[in-house]
């Protein structure tokens, strides 16, 4: 049994399988400050005896202050130590990118590449919004990072005089609002979406073809109402590709 770990910038999301994941669960960034409530959290989604059950785990992580809570952890009640990713272990070409891309976006295209033939655009409407290419022989183009759904708004409320801060995003985002809240609802929902459209038709013009496009992330569901383009929406993206990692590794 593997245990899949993915420690993003609001939420850490574990799982539990094989090959792939077969349960899992999720607990805000907030709540783990150590070893031991990281602990508690598994054991709570998975049993108390989840720990003699393992023989691997592999974690990746675009928060460096959060992996010693969840690898002592593991490392304390297992007998290996688990596996921690990078962007060069995934295997992807990463030569026409300057520096290294974020882990988040390395694994959903290696991810995403398993799903379906190159070229292809991975949308991960997470904590940020980004948007990644894939070019035809496999390669990380690059794309786009842009605030994600709460951020933009959080901002607005923060550094405006009167605009409120918004809470309940699962409410209609008509596209003329008739309040303020369903101005920002439309803005920040209906917004993404346009924004991705516009990303979407233009990187396919830029590189000359049709390209299939993978959503994930978070606010996925919020957004994906207002999306006309085509698409694959796959809420595992990541989990999967650390399966995938796992297995490779």
């Given amino acids: ?3 899949a770990v993915n420690i993003g910038n609001t939420n850490i999301r574990a799982a539990v399988g094989l090959t792939s994941p077969l349960s899992d669960a999720a607990i805000s960034g907030q709540q783990v400050e ?52 990078d962007a060069r272990d995934c295997g ?17 295209c290696m991810a995403a590449l398993a799903l379906c033939p190159p070229p292809l655009i991975v949308v991960d409407f997470g904590t940020a919004t980004t948007i ?19 951020i933009g708004l959080d901002a607005l409320a923060d550094k405006t005089a009167q ?16 309040s303020t809240a369903e101005n920002l609802r ?7 979406a ?13 590189l000359n073809g049709e390209m299939q496009v993978i959503v994930t992330g978070g606010h996925a569901p919020l957004i994906l109402p207002y999306c006309e383009f085509a ?3 796959q809420p595992d993206l990541l989990i999967q590709g650390l399966f995938l990692l796992a297995d490779k590794h």
């Fill in 231 to 233: 698409h694959s929406y």
């Fill in 92 to 108: 992807l070409d990463l030569s026409l990118y300057d520096g290294l891309p974020g882990l988040d976006r390395v694994i959903g």
């Fill in 1 to 3: 049994m593997i245990l």
């Fill in 34 to 85: 150590g070893a031991a409530s990281f602990a508690v959290f598994i054991e709570q989604s998975f049993g108390q005896n989840i720990w003699g059950k393992l023989t691997g785990a592999v974690i990746a992580s675009v928060v460096p202050v959060k992996i010693p809570s969840v690898v002592g952890a593991i490392a304390e009640r297992s007998a290996f130590t688990p596996r921690l990713v």
């Fill in 163 to 178: 605009l409120p801060a918004l809470g309940d995003l699962n409410q209609p985002a008509p596209l003329i609002g008739r």
């Fill in 132 to 150: 990644n290419a894939v070019g035809e022989k496999g390669e990380f183009l690059g794309g786009a990072i842009l605030p994600g759904l709460q």
């Fill in 194 to 206: 346009f924004a991705a459209e516009g990303y979407l038709r233009a990187i396919q013009k830029e």
């Fill in 186 to 192: 439309s803005g920040a929902v209906r917004g993404a």
